[in-house]
């Protein structure tokens, strides 16, 4: 039996079955929980009239990457003792090369217009589709007067729709109740295909440390199936999931379409579980394979003070947990200056929203034209309220670091070793810096500096800290002593 779509409704067809009719009508608005990674809870209100005993109904509009066994029809109220008997799930959707691989060995009717727009028919016999569900498309094969052409010789003309043909991802249910009910039931799914994503714009005038920070929500749908006027939930958080044996059906096609949303009214929050839960304060029609945005936090005057970060070491000088004696390790030096940003997720640095992770993006205005010039970027994660934030933007141009061993004392023969260090930081600006010296004690954990030019602080077990000034166009040197005891 064919069955004729309207397209902007998600339509329940309805079959007989044992005498038994299940009338089911368009659904009311679908719900959506998107989950940042890569999957969605997908829920719809029906209208379902069963009979008592067994219905056969099918619903035609879930997405292309449903998981099937997550179907759950119900009534949300409890009082209808509702059973699906059986289901199953269909996503042969009629195509151009569908019908083709189902006609394979008989002949059709091709139209070909020629140039002056006039149409005629060429019979040709399908020796190969070409469809392949389930990997490349093959180039159909076509004989026409004898011979075989490796293409269509015009626009294939089919019988009339096949009985079991389907122009949608279907599901299909044999329904059991014991009694007849008239009931709005929900029918909830999980869906691969559906994302979001966040990201911060951040933007700093040429001098000075405040920030005025907009976040972005970013939705893409490539299930497969079109939401109209959805509302729309968005969980942050990583939620344990069980991987397939086998690969998720890919995304359809990559164009989307970039569509930016007033957010007039505020993006909502709350804990949930253990994670976040962020609502969209208005409908938003999802078609398949667009991507939308969605202003979901602002604020203005976030303090992020620029840092200097020079690890000397930090590529060849980590503590691997056991004694090292090796006289050569960790003497290697790189003179890249960590360029960061700081900031404490709280309130009174006008933030104080759990954040999800996302991009962020550095910019800083142009003080003789008033433009932005983007200055660095890097990923934020999860990051609660009132948690401190400090990410890597970029490696300083004009100020840079040396790291040098100017002495190793110790041997197999000896319960100790001592090594001293030279570290000189340059910075070549016109404005003095303070630049954080970070050293790792990577030898043993049993270690104490016995010399040292500056005041230096423990970080943790096996690293150390020194916060040096070095004024404007100047070189600020800094020497340690470290001591080892084997003992």
């Known amino acids: 039996m064919g069955y004729d ?86 996503a042969d959707v009629m195509s151009q090369s569908l019908l083709l691989s189902l006609n394979e060995g008989r002949t059709l009717d091709f139209l070909v217009r020629d140039q002056n727009a006039k149409e005629y028919t060429v019979h040709g016999k399908v020796i190969r589709s070409g469809h392949n569900p389930t990997g490349e498309r093959m180039t159909p094969i076509i004989e026409v007067d004898g011979k075989l052409r490796f293409s269509l010789p015009g626009e294939p003309l089919f019988p009339a729709l096949a009985g079991d043909g389907i122009l949608k991802p279907t599901l299909a249910w044999k329904i059991g109740t014991p009694q007849a009910a008239k009931f709005e039931a929900e029918l ?202 400090r990410v890597k933007t970029g490696e300083a141009f004009d100020v840079v670091g040396e790291r040098t061993r100017t002495n190793f004392n110790g041997n197999n023969r000896q319960d100790f070793a001592e090594e001293d260090f030279e570290i000189r930081v340059r910075n070549r600006k016109a404005e003095p810096v303070t630049v954080r010296v970070v050293e790792h004690l990577y030898r043993w954990t049993n270690w104490s500096l016995t010399q040292k030019s500056d005041a230096f602080s423990k970080k943790d077990a096996q690293t150390v800290e020194f916060n040096v000034a070095v004024p404007a166009d100047s070189e600020k040197v800094v020497t340690y002593r470290v001591r080892y005891e084997w003992r």
């Open 188 to 389: 909830g799914y999980i869906s691969g295909g559906i994302s979001w994503q966040a990201a911060y714009n951040l933007v700093a005038p040429e001098k000075g440390d405040a920030l005025d920070v907009t976040g972005w929500v970013t939705v893409s749908n490539q299930s497969g199936t079109m939401f109209e006027n959805a509302a729309i939930k968005l969980m942050a958080g990583e939620v344990n999931r069980v991987q397939p044996d086998r690969p998720m059906p890919t995304a359809r096609g990559k164009g989307a379409v970039m569509m930016a949303m007033a957010a007039q009214e505020a993006v909502t929050e709350k804990a949930f579980d253990e994670f976040h839960l962020y609502t969209l304060p208005r409908s938003v029609t999802l078609r398949d394979r667009e991507t939308k945005q969605v202003e979901f936090m602002r604020a203005t005057g976030v303090k992020a003070p620029v840092i200097y970060v020079y690890d000397g070491a930090a590529m060849y000088g980590a503590f691997h947990g056991g004694m090292n004696r090796d006289p050569g390790y960790g003497t290697q030096s790189n003179k890249k200056v960590w360029v960061m940003r700081e900031f404490k997720n709280s309130e009174e640095n006008k933030l104080g929203l759990p954040l999800p992770k996302g991009r962020l993006r550095f910019y800083r205005r142009d003080s003789a034209d008033g433009r932005i010039e983007f200055t660095g970027e890097n990923e934020l994660e999860h990051t609660a309220k009132n948690e401190l934030i």
């Open 5 to 90: 779509m309207v397209p902007s409704m998600r339509t329940f067809l309805t079959t007989v079955a044992c005498a038994v009719v299940a009338a089911i009508t368009a659904p009311a608005q679908p719900a959506l929980t998107i989950y940042n990674q890569g999957f969605a809870v997908v829920r719809e209100r029906v209208a379902l009239d069963l009979k008592a005993g067994e219905n056969s109904a099918a619903f035609a509009g879930v997405t292309a990457q449903v998981e099937a066994d997550s179907v759950v029809l119900r009534d949300p109220t409890g009082k209808v003792p509702l059973r699906i008997l059986e289901q199953s799930y269909r």
